[in-house]
């Protein structure tokens, strides 16, 4: 043994994740995460607005959190103005904590109310990052359903009676109500009302995640549900999906007893979110956000017509469901229920396309082997198609399904 | 109550840290954290940089770790090229994780190494964030003896050796071997080989911080232990004190055992460190390390001074010990024991002086009430000698030390 032979797999905690394999690249029909369309990242601007930016507090960057724990002055000023807007939020700079994505947001509010076994409700079909998250604490998750305009009541009334029956009261109802991940649904305002009205009877706060709330069709939709009750309701964002994932943007908004709280989580958990990206999202969307939005929102609703077009061509009638979405960057499909796509991820990942199977975006995984999550915000049109053809492709000669594309009908290829 | 009074007291999680104060501003004499000097942030260069790499790389923002989980492969190399100098590390990009300053690089080698209940080795006085991250895991820590040039290789034998008769087993020994914080020494070549010998022998990892190495007056120093030894060590790094910490990236530098599983703990934590910072840093930094670091380590060296005849002139003979340190931004001191320096935090705060009482960069808490770190490169020099004159005023106020100032006797004064 080289250098003494000094061995670690004996030193190594238990519980860990395997290693991680070397990287060798994204796959060509890429699918899945939250990525973002590369030709819809303003680069002159974003080096235009770092100039400007630099230019008036570069010197700042000397000291660690140069306007506090709760982030940089100008984007939290920037969360206040764009809340203020669809979302309806009233709230001030005091109010809004920075974080590094919204990804460490939910960290924030998940050590802030769970302990081990715990129990949670999220949506029947919800984002596979929270559920990653909630395994990962021993908390149990309950999955309410949804229909096509999201959380219905009288599943969320069940679930809590049913709860409280057994005298377990759970500490949050996680939901994304605009935008809903994956189905893409917009809860109606009645709904929100509603929603409300129940947990406030129940005691149980509401985790409301507005990632893709930026991204509708039309730009419009009902208040959030923090606008409607800010004592009972802790908001999350993210600028991961209105400008770029790879700056680690997202912020929390919630009334002072709990924003006190996720600050003092934050300033435990590091020392600070990466400023420059900070400055320099604040400096760009505080003159360009409407438009930025409103091209890129455009943009995502060509590429979902695009790839239902594809996906309705390829597979015509093999689609037992799809939820058109009503903005975001995703479709969540139902195959036939003899087909797992569990089993068609390592195939599909040998033609170069990646998909996120339905099992880790549901809260039952088991029920959910014949839905799949599409992203089409990275792909081009072109990619779309091809990937989806190849996926049917795939998916064929693993299930003999779909039978039918593009009106013709398949047979096993000899090889 | 308002919003028919919901109330989250009782859903919080046992063991939060208290509430965030409301954030009021730094204090005016700051002696406390990493900050750096404003002066030597190189704002136009930044811009200049960020505006190149934009050009070029823009685009790649639209993607989740578009360089793979490793981080921007751009930062990866600056670091490749950075560590072949002084520390003189061979390694390739692959052997490379970009961190979200050298604080997670902790985490990860803590999450990957540490179980509750478990044993570490750090040095007697050490970095005061280690301290609170290993109390927080439920980890015994032992503090071994330093003397003016680091660790001592007996005390850490006999720590060793009496851990070894109880059974235990330290999972690491953390050191920070070049510009040792508090202390500011510099380990011999020779205590580095005694080092890894001693270690290797018992089976130890070593845990080497080299946070401040690059900021020697007189740029050079040893190599790294992980030089020295890739397979029993795990290295990292920081940009935080070359360039400025608000940029919130590190490294860690280890073998491909060690950075596959740091690599997937990292996934498990976020989903990347912020990509302007990374790319705006490598982009710097490709350019202008060596000029950048010389300029500031000048400049760093000039406060130092400032500060040693501050201390000197206000408080004299009561000056127990001064630890000279051969680079970095810190002093270490004591003061005669009768100075409990915790007792002067609040009187200091309000005079508007702030500085690291000594218990929280020592692993005997008890035993060093009479030190104190005082960090010397965010404040100008005028800040410098009058902060230290007040905070000797109040020292004098509070304990009736230091006797004399400048040379001139001090009276109690009359308020």
Known sequence: MPDGGFAYSHLFAKHLPPPAPRWTGFPKHNFIGGHNDPARIPAAALAEAATAVL??????????????????????????????????????????????????????????????????????????GALTKLKRLGVNVIGAP???????????????????????RPKYVYTIPTVQNPTGSILPR???????????????PVFEDECYADLTWDGSGPPSLYAMDPQ?????GSFSKTLAPSLRLGYAVAVPEVLSRLVACKREADSGTGALDQMVV??????????????????????????????????GTAIEKMWYPKGGIFLWLKL??????????????KAGVAFNPGPEWSCNAGETKSHLRLCFALPSKDVIRQGVAEFARVCFEETGIPERSANIRRAVSSN
Chains 1, 2 share one sequence.
């Open 282 to 315: 604040a400096e760009y969307f505080s003159q360009n956000f409407d438009d930025h939005v409103g091209g890129l929102t455009q943009t995502l609703h060509e590429k979902l017509d695009t790839m239902v077009e594809a996906v309705e061509r390829e597979f």
């Open 232 to 236: 009972q309701v802790i908001h999350i």
């Open 146 to 168: 949804l229909d096509d305009e999201g959380l219905t009541i009288d599943g969320l009334a069940r679930i809590i009676e049913d709860l409280g029956r057994k005298e377990i």
């Open 336 to 349: 036939p229920d003899r087909v797992d796509v569990t089993k068609l991820v390592a195939p599909a990942a």
């Open 55 to 128: 230019r008036r507090r570069g010197a700042d960057l000397a000291l660690y959190n140069f306007d506090g724990p709760q982030g940089y002055l100008g984007l939290r000023q920037l969360v206040v103005d764009k809340v203020a807007q669809r979302p309806a939020i009233k709230c001030t700079t005091d109010d809004v904590l920075i974080t590094s994505g919204s990804g460490q947001a939910i960290d924030l509010v998940n050590g802030l109310l769970l302990e081990h076994g715990d129990t949670v409700i999220l949506e029947e079909f919800t984002y596979g």
């Open 190 to 204: 009645e709904r929100r009302e509603a929603l409300l009205a129940l947990t406030r009877k129940h005691g149980v």
